[in-house]
């Protein structure tokens, strides 16, 4: 750790995953009142007008109560009044775009804050700053992915430990923590193929928890639940040693994943979820299909078409294929992205302390 003195707290709002996530990692959390703003016309987005006026003022009482040296966000809606108080209230400030399209909050604030982190080259252009501002304030960084990814265990290794050595092939494939239906259909149609025609592949299917009942009564509808290379689960719990396993991922395309599958270097096929705000995750795949990095399939081109399956089984029987798509993704891992982080935050904090 950095620094073992430090004293960190987070602002969310009662309705993220915040609620969870942050108290049961040992940290406070803060709450302000803001909401996202909706692209079709619903009232909803009346309450949001009013958050957009007074959480900034909300914001910078929960500011001085903290008294923090630095507030540092990370793209979502309830960092852009946090940001936009403590820049006003003269505390540096810094934010992070995971994402290669720049979200709202980020866009917003980029005149505001002191600096931007970015993980996707491609975004520092689609900033629109000027030349001097870019060169001040835009700071590539890439991702920091948790502890374990890329921890440079063998496959064949990795594979033995989970007593799946014995496949020729390990094909993984997740949708997010709640699932994703369009993908789960199109994994049950694999599933089939895999357990009827080809019992040299392995294959493992996170369902979500909004979905894993269901499909489970639909493996055992069509008698796959007794298969011995099908594994079907509702969520995965040791992501970083599947990966280090998994000779073929399939998965949306956020930015933690994408991430993720970069350091542990896996042949991915991504699926970017058509809900997502400014389509940023079909962008994010783009930016690795481009450079040879990733496989780009969209919802449209999967359902009820055979795509995936087809893909998948060739992957499965091209080695050196697979070999070009994990190389390529390395070149999208950042494993010092921890570092560079802390150090920006140190020059930021050296900065404001000489004017």
């Known amino acids: 750790m950095n620094n073992p003195e430090a004293v960190i707290a987070f602002v969310g709002t009662r309705h993220g995953k915040e609620t969870e996530l942050v108290p049961r990692a040992g940290y406070p959390l803060y709450y ?10 619903s009232p909803s987005n009346l309450l949001t007008a009013w958050y957009i006026l007074t959480s900034p003022h909300e914001a910078k009482k929960l500011i001085c109560s903290f008294s923090p040296d630095i507030v540092i966000g990370t793209g979502g809606y309830a960092c852009w ?12 400030t810094m934010v992070h775009e995971s994402n290669a399209m ?5 866009r917003v604030l980029r005149k505001k804050v002191d600096r931007i982190l ?50 020729n092939c390990f094909v ?16 049950l149609s694999l599933m089939e193929e895999i357990a009827r025609r080809h019992p040299d592949l392995y294959y493992m299917h996170a369902a979500g928890e909004r979905y894993y009942d269901k499909m489970k009564e639909e493996l055992k509808k069509k008698g796959l639940d007794r298969a011995p290379n099908i594994l079907l689960c509702d969520y995965i719990h040791d992501m970083p040693r599947r990966m280090a396993a998994a000779d073929i991922v399939i998965s949306r395309a956020g930015a933690m994943t994408i991430s993720e599958l970069a350091s542990a270097g896996c042949a991915a096929i991504l699926i970017p979820s058509p809900n997502v705000v400014d389509n940023h995750q ?7 299909a481009d450079a040879g ?17 087809d ?28 570092r560079l982080i802390y150090e920006e935050i140190q020059k930021l904090l050296a900065e404001k302390a000489k004017k």
């Open 293 to 309: 990095a990733a496989v780009l399939l969209e919802e449209s081109e999967i359902r009820d078409s055979g795509r995936l399956t």
């Open 282 to 288: 079909f962008k994010n795949a783009k930016v690795l």
């Open 81 to 92: 009044p946090t940001l936009k108080a403590a820049a006003e209230l003269g505390i540096p």
């Open 172 to 187: 993984m494939s997740f949708g997010g923590s709640l699932g994703a239906e369009v993908i789960n259909e199109c994994a």
């Open 32 to 41: 302000i009142k803001i909401q996202g703003v909706r692209r079709s016309l």
């Open 118 to 167: 970015i993980n996707f080259v491609q975004t520092r252009d689609l900033l629109k700053l000027t030349g001097a501002e870019k060169a001040k304030k835009v700071v590539r960084v890439g991702n920091p992915t948790r502890q374990g990814f890329g921890a440079g265990i063998p496959p064949e290794e990795a594979k033995r430990r989970l007593n799946i050595e014995n496949y």
């Open 311 to 338: 893909t998948v089984l060739r992957l499965a029987g091209d080695t050196p294929a697979r070999k070009r798509l994990g190389q390529n993704i390395r070149e999208f891992a950042d494993k010092d992205a921890n």
């Open 102 to 106: 720049p979200g709202l909050a980020v």
